[in-house]
């Protein structure tokens, strides 16, 4: 078989990306209306493929989206379609990304459509995975979201908007705080498309699993991580002051498992627990390597 040097699915077709077309009646081109899931591969390991198939069915559920296959139909799917792909030259790696959406309907209109039939795409792209022991430049940036952030939604402007103004800056990636929120000012939630954590005092602060933060794989991975290295964890909110006063800043994700910060808004951060900071950085890279060798 003829590898493919990358891979676009939409309901049972596939071709390269760049041959795919998705009709305009598809309720995400209307209103995104949908919700996704990505993940790494490696040696045609789909990494953490459960957590990653267990939240996309509970963000499907939580909008009253339908999945047509069972989970293991779907994992079944997304295996198949990872072996297809050529990786020698990204070390036999991928990004893999998969979305839902409610289906068509013409003419347009906000109401669910009746009976329709929910709508999968999915796309395969060799990637190699960033690197873990990088340090970044961030900004702030406040969060101007909607208040269902857990779940993965396609409707991701606010993000777009947010990844636009780092770049700018001339940073990686910003950390995005709501002026006011469980009686915390400037409480910081999460990054344009990252968890956000930080190091104080030997422990690992993390924002809770409320609506404003998404239940992030790489977040689960981190705070697993942490345990086994005997870190303690603290799940809670905390402000942007507290954050630029940590140890160190951690922002995670399933394609960037660990962004160091060095300065938020042009401001010197982190750089003091550069030993623990990098036990934990070695452990996520550990798990990986393991959880993706056949």
Known sequence: MKLMKNLGYYNGKYDLIENMEVPMSDRVCWFGDGVYDA??????????LDDHIDRFYNSASMV???????????????????????????????????????????????????????????????????????????????????????IKTLCLLPNVLASEAAKRAGAAECVMYRKEADGIKNRVTEGAHTNVHCLKDNKLY??????????????????????????????????????????EIMLSSSSNFCIVATHIDNVAVGGKAPKLLRKIQDALVEDYLRETTK
């Not at 993940?39 to 953490?48: F, K, P």
């Not at 296959?69 to 790696?93: A, F, I, P």
């Not at 795409?121 to 900004?139: E, M, N, S």
Request: hydrophobic share 40%; with cysteine.
């Open 39 to 48: 993940t790494a591969t490696r040696n045609g390991v789909i990494y953490c």
């Open 64 to 150: 009253e989206i339908e999945i047509p296959y069972t989970k293991d139909e779907l994992k079944n799917l997304l295996n198949e379609l990872v072996s297809k792909v050529d990786t020698s030259e990204t070390n036999g790696e991928t990004f893999l990304y998969w979305q839902i959406t409610r289906g068509a309907n013409i003419p347009r209109n906000h109401i669910f459509p009746e009976n329709a039939k929910a709508n999968l795409w999915v796309t395969v792209t060799p990637r190699k995975l960033a690197d873990i022991y990088r340090r970044d430049k961030l900004i702030s940036y406040e969060d101007i979201r909607f208040y269902m952030c857990n």
């Open 206 to 247: 993390t924002a809770p699993l409320d609506n404003l933060v998404l239940p992030g794989i790489a977040r689960k991975n981190l705070i697993k991580v942490c345990h086994q290295l005997g870190v303690d964890v603290i799940e809670e909110p905390f402000s942007l002051e507290f954050l630029m006063n940590a140890d």
